[in-house]
């Protein structure tokens, strides 16, 4: 079944504990993207990835690091979180996405982050 | 810059009647449009997307969409609304310029009323 897994669901943490978000998919995409969805504020793109070892800021980089070594990975990581990163996040991924953007997203469950 | 507005925060319908949540974008090339909709604790799920071919764009669940050029708009209809469509919608749009591919709305709460 083709997906993309997030682990974990869930986290309740404290601030400066660094901690990753794991992200895998299975469909050989080439796009990869992260984003935080907030009450009121919609999905805000956080970092994303058109291939292996390219990545790149979106609209809400601070404070978060990716990597993209394996097509299939995308971890997000926060070396030091603080309270303000406390958010839904969902990791997606799709086919190439040239410039044209014509390629429907596929979307995780979503990562629920809670920062003390 | 591209920017795309959802006129309704929140919209709350009786089960059976018409849905209109309404898109109205911005962009400065021909863009690709979407619709995604959002089931509590789950993922976005695509809708249905317009990339230039027709302007009435046929998705999942009976759900449709029309590109309006000379109105910058891409209002998402559904004829009867059941009450499993009760969601989080959003519409997005793809930009050919500046940092991020992609551009979504805040979103519209879709009320089904038995």
């Known amino acids: 079944e083709a997906q993309v897994t997030q682990n974990p669901r869930y986290l309740i943490t404290v601030t400066g504990k660094k901690l990753t978000v794991t992200c895998s998919q299975n469909m050989n995409h080439e796009y990869m993207s992260w984003y935080r969805q907030d009450p009121g504020l919609g999905l805000r793109q956080i970092y994303y990835?058109?291939?292996?070892?390219?990545?790149d800021k979106g609209d809400v980089p601070e404070g978060y690091k990716v990597s993209r070594k394996e097509k299939r990975n995308f971890p997000l990581i926060l070396e030091s979180p603080s309270p303000n990163q406390t958010s839904l996040y969902f990791c997606?991924?799709?086919?190439?996405?040239?410039?044209?953007?014509?390629?429907?997203?596929?979307f995780g469950d979503g990562t629920r982050l809670s920062i003390l | 810059a591209q920017s795309v507005t959802q006129l309704d925060s929140h919209v709350s319908v009786s089960e059976g009647t018409p849905v209109l949540l309404r898109c109205n974008y911005s962009?400065?090339?021909?863009?690709?449009l979407f619709w995604y909709v959002q089931h509590p604790n789950k993922g976005l799920q695509l809708l249905l997307k317009?990339?230039?071919?027709?302007?009435l764009v046929k998705g999942i669940n009976g759900f449709e969409a029309e590109f309006k050029k000379s109105e910058t708009s891409f209002h998402l209809t559904k004829p009867s609304a059941h009450m499993s469509d009760a969601a989080e919608y959003f519409c997005?749009?793809?930009?050919?310029?500046?940092?991020?591919?992609?551009?979504f709305g805040k979103g519209t709460r879709l009320s089904v009323i038995a």
């Open positions: 997005v749009v793809s930009v050919r310029s500046g940092n991020t591919p992609l551009v």
């Open positions: 317009y990339t230039s071919a027709a302007t």
């Open positions: 962009s400065s090339y021909s863009p690709s």
């Open positions: 990835s058109m291939n292996v070892e390219v990545t």
């Open positions: 997606a991924s799709s086919k190439e996405m040239g410039r044209g953007g014509n390629q429907p997203q596929h």
